[in-house]
Structure formats: C-alpha cells, structure tokens
C-alpha cells in the first residue's frame, strides 16, 4: 500500500507560479511511475505529468509543458510539480498518483493503483 498526501495548493493570479508537493509514504518502492493529474468542475480527470523513478524521464501534457515542472526525490519520498505562468484555465483539483506504470500507459488515470486527496488549485485574478 502506498499512501499519498499533496499539498501546496492555493488561490493565484495568472502569470503566478505554485509548487504543489506530494508525499508519499508505504511501499513506495513497489511503485515505478508516479503522476499529477487534475480535474477541473464538469471535465473528466486529465494527464499533467509524470516521472519515471528508472532513469528519472519525465513526461507532460501538450497544455502544460514548458510551464510545469515535476521532480522527484531519489528516495520517492516526494514529488514536486513547479508550476509558471498560471492561465485560469489550469483551475482543478490537482490529485498525485502511483502505480507501477507501462510508459505506453502513463497517461491512463485508470492504470494508477493509488490516489492522493487532492489540492484546490485557482487561478484568478
């Protein structure tokens, strides 16, 4: 079992930055992938990012990328998602994930075995 917990979440204006965070604790070593994914009021759960633990690829969403940022610590104690240049349009819920990930799958929320709450993220001016 791998327990997951974000945090970092807030209210921003466009053109602000957030680091959200994400801890993990448990068998984090039976996980090879972990990822942020978001759902905004009305839409279905959608891919931000993700890294691989082997080899630290990382891979974004076409929305995001050039914007967002994950990192990890080598222990897969805690994942981090740098966020720049916020547009309203990334307001959501923004949940971590694990699971022990096929790369071809990485974008799939159905393949990941274990979910974090969640942190509220708004960006508005």
């Known amino acids: 079992q791998v327990h997951l917990v974000e945090s970092g979440g807030g209210l921003v204006q466009p053109g602000d930055s957030l680091r959200l965070s994400c801890a993990a604790s448990g068998r984090t070593f039976t996980s090879n992938t972990m990822g942020w994914f978001r759902q905004a009021p009305g839409k279905e759960r959608e891919f931000v990012a993700a890294?691989?633990?082997?080899?630290?690829?990382?891979l974004y969403a076409g929305s995001v990328k050039g914007r967002f940022t994950i990192s990890g610590e080598n222990s897969r104690s805690t994942m981090y998602l740098q966020m720049n240049s916020l547009k309203p349009e990334d307001t959501a819920v923004y949940y971590c994930?694990?699971?022990?990930?096929?790369?071809?799958?990485?974008?799939?929320?159905?393949?990941?075995?274990?979910w974090g709450q969640g942190t509220q993220v708004t960006v508005s001016s």
């Open positions: 890294i691989e633990w082997s080899g630290g690829t990382t």
């Open positions: 994930a694990a699971g022990r990930i096929d790369r071809a799958l990485v974008r799939e929320a159905r393949v990941y075995d274990y």
